[in-house]
């Protein structure tokens, strides 16, 4: 048998993340679009959608203090929080020429 589930978590032979960091980014992503309609709402503070934030993210990285992970996979679960936190954000206005713009990770 070269992998099983037990407990929600994918324990495979090869000592290898990926597939278990995918399906666990996978229901994330799910969690998060299901969300969407909260993180859009405008009259709902930013306070709260960060609370709700710090409910997405540790769905998402449950048990992973035994991952052993890669720096692409550490990358990953980086760019899916940024992610998260843009949508929460939404555009920031440039103060020099008034436009809107999307925020990037630097």
Not at 7 to 27: D, F, H, I, P, Y
Not at 43 to 58: Q, T
């Amino acid at each position: 048998m070269e992998e099983f589930k037990y407990l929600g978590t994918t324990v495979a032979n090869k000592n290898s993340m990926q597939e278990e960091l995918k399906s666990r980014l996978k229901s994330g992503n799910a969690f998060f679009h299901s969300m969407q309609n909260h993180l859009s709402f405008r009259l709902l503070s930013k306070i709260i959608k960060i609370k709700i934030k710090s409910i997405i993210l540790p769905f998402v990285l449950y048990g992973c203090e035994t991952w052993s992970l890669t720096m692409r996979e550490e990358r990953r679960v980086r760019l899916f929080e940024n992610r998260v936190l843009r949508r929460i954000f939404g555009p920031k206005r440039d103060q020099v020429t008034g436009e809107w713009r999307k925020l990037h990770n630097d």
